[in-house]
């Protein structure tokens, strides 16, 4: 080979290396990069045929992957093993390149068929090696005899090793567009979950309100049959008007109940619950609940027991409120479908502990029981067992699911036995810190009281658009022998105020011209009413959760229906602020 032939050649194989490189390190495809290396090597040393075979860790072999010149269908076949017994395969394994120019006389490899196909007789292999792992080996192959000289060696070595950083800088790309897109799929899949959320958190705040509004609705005309029931039943009836009149109570009480457990699952829903955490009696919280569902069985053959560990702790850290609720649910439900036996309120220590045990509670009843595979049911929203009847007393249904929320609020687990044809076990078990004896202090209960109807009169200002809430609350009051002055609205209220000195106003939040919040926050700037009695009336049990309404001046909320009895009872529980302010106005 003359030196113009030669040089021409290494001028050839140089620009084929360079342009390959920038070919390969400006592109991301990487069967794309590997098609142009098998082309631009096998044209670099003026041949038919070229192929780039991958190493298979897992299998042992060389996979073609790319190839130049060849058939149809070839690229994906297996080449050979990576072993000694092929070119490629002794290339790969030993580092060095393997270089065979007549293969019709080298005995020592076996090669594929379709070698003999395309009339395979030169070839040379060199190792695909980058600076963190092999890849595998790039083949140079002829159908005619070639003697591969030391130039051709050195061109194949470059072409290789550009072609390695290639292959790494691709595969970095790769890597660096996987979690590019990855951070992509994460990032649109939080948007999701956030959209979903939102617009999960938005239905559920659609549903709030909705039965939020609905329950005033209701919660107002069930305010003047509750209070005009019990004040007729304070009347002279005969027996059937008395037999009539007890039905209308206990179906008003039944529907108050059902108002009052939708409301609570929707505040729970709403996340409008807070767990408070003081102290309290786990003694004065059973013994209270057996009294009542003592009340509840009057007439029936049913013996309520209550069996307290006597070992108990006397005082813990809880929201007795909810625990109250909650044993009183699973009473009511109990006393609902036991109609002989007993009914056992129980209580003991689960698993001890000098700080904080875990208390478990059980109400145990001899009712018809409930079947194993409903019993996980019955603690749903709505779900209830076929095959028991509800008493006449009624259930809302709600109890139960309402519990359960209730306990998981409080880190519980609630639970029932029941083998189904003998009684039920209901229970929930709660972690309870454990409190001093004295951080109870033994106040007086201010609704208990004693009626001084000597007392002198007081004057008494209802503020109330509903017609039949005003009238009703004009018929308690007046009964009591106070004076009363009545309006439909908070301006009207408001001026009457401006005119007068009340001793107690009764003001609805909800009211045409001015609502009761505006009025009372203008009322309590008045001269003499800093410290008056202002109660709040309403059907919106969330009315307690926002979060100015602690500001307005309110002494108490008071939430309808309510009957007479309660009424006088909150009306005396002040009697001692009243007489103070009798004095000083």
């Keep these: 080979m ?30 794309a990069i590997l098609n142009e290396a098998a082309r631009v090597c096998a044209q670099g040393l003026g041949t038919k045929y070229s192929k780039i075979c991958r190493f298979r860790a897992e299998e042992g072999d060389l996979l073609i992957e790319a190839g130049f010149g060849w058939r149809i269908g070839l690229i994906g076949n297996v080449v050979s093993k990576a072993d000694e017994s ?13 270089i065979c120019e007549d293969l019709t006389k080298d005995s020592a490899f076996k090669l594929p068929e379709f070698y003999l196909e395309h009339g395979i007789v030169s070839t040379i292999d060199v190792l695909i090696k980058g600076a963190q792992k092999a890849y595998g080996v790039l083949e140079v192959d002829s159908d005619k005899l070639i003697s591969f000289d030391q130039q051709d060696i050195i061109y194949l070595t470059g072409f290789a090793n550009v072609l390695a950083e290639a292959l790494a800088a691709t595969e970095q790309k790769a890597k660096e567009a996987e979690l590019l897109a990855t951070e992509q799929r994460l ?46 039943s304070k009347t002279e009836l005969n027996s059937e ?56 069985m009057l007439g029936r053959p049913v013996e309520v027991e209550t069996v307290i560990d006597p070992d108990l702790s006397s005082v813990f850290l ?50 018809p029981g409930i079947a194993p595979s409903l019993q996980e049911k019955i603690f749903e929203f709505y779900e209830r067992e076929d095959n028991l009847e509800l008493s006449s007393e009624g259930s809302t249904g709600l109890g139960l699911a309402i519990s359960k929320a209730l306990v998981k609020l409080m880190e519980g687990e609630i639970g029932v036995v029941s083998d189904g044809e003998n009684g039920s076990r209901f229970w929930f078990d709660l972690p309870l810190y454990i409190a001093q004896p004295l951080a109870i202090e033994n106040t007086e209960d201010p609704t208990q009281f004693t009626f001084d109807l000597a007392a002198p009169k007081l004057n008494i200002m209802i503020a109330e658009d509903s017609k039949s809430s005003r009238l ?8 009591l022998g106070h004076n009363i002055f009545s309006c439909k609205n908070g301006l009207e209220a408001l001026e009457a105020a401006r005119l007068k ?9 909800q009211m045409p011209e001015m609502d009761g919040i505006d009025a009372t926050r203008a009322i309590r700037k008045i001269a003499g009413y800093k410290d008056a009695l202002i109660f709040a009336l309403t059907a919106d049990t969330f009315l307690e959760k926002r979060p100015d309404i602690s500001e307005v001046g309110f002494n108490r909320i008071i939430f309808k229906p309510f009957d007479s009895e309660s009424l006088v009872k909150i009306i005396y529980a002040y009697k001692n602020r009243l007489n103070e302010s009798l004095m000083g106005g």
């Design 187 to 232: 990032q649109a899949q939080a948007l999701e979950n956030r959209i979903t959320a939102e617009a999960a958190q938005k239905t559920i705040e659609a549903r709030t309100t909705f039965i939020a509004t609905m329950s005033h609705e209701i919660r107002t005309p069930l305010n003047a049959i509750v209070g005009f029931s019990d004040l007729l």
């Design 241 to 296: 008007q008395a037999a009539y009149l007890s039905v209308v109570q206990q179906n008003a009480s039944h529907l108050k109940s059902l108002v009052g457990d939708i409301l609570e699952y929707a505040k729970i829903e709403a996340g409008k619950i807070k767990i408070d955490k003081d102290p309290f009696s786990i003694r004065d919280v059973a013994f209270s609940i057996a009294s009542t569902t003592k009340a509840f």
């Design 472 to 479: 009703l609350l004009e018929t308690i009051i007046r009964k």
């Design 2 to 31: 003359t030196d113009t032939v030669e040089i021409e050649k290494l001028r050839r194989q140089q620009t084929a290396i360079a342009n390959f490189g920038s070919f390969a390190l400006s592109g991301s495809d990487l069967q």
């Design 318 to 367: 809880g929201d007795a409120k909810r625990i109250r609720q909650i044993l009183l649910n699973l009473s009511a439900n109990a006393a609902s479908f036991t109609k002989r036996g007993t009914i056992t309120i129980k209580v003991f220590e689960k698993v001890k502990s000098a700080d904080r045990p875990i208390i478990r509670f059980e109400v145990i009843d001899t009712g």
């Design 86 to 98: 092929s070119p490629q395969g002794r290339a790969f394994t030993t580092g060095d390149p393997a």
């Design 501 to 509: 000195r009340f001793d107690i106003i009764f003001m609805d939040i």
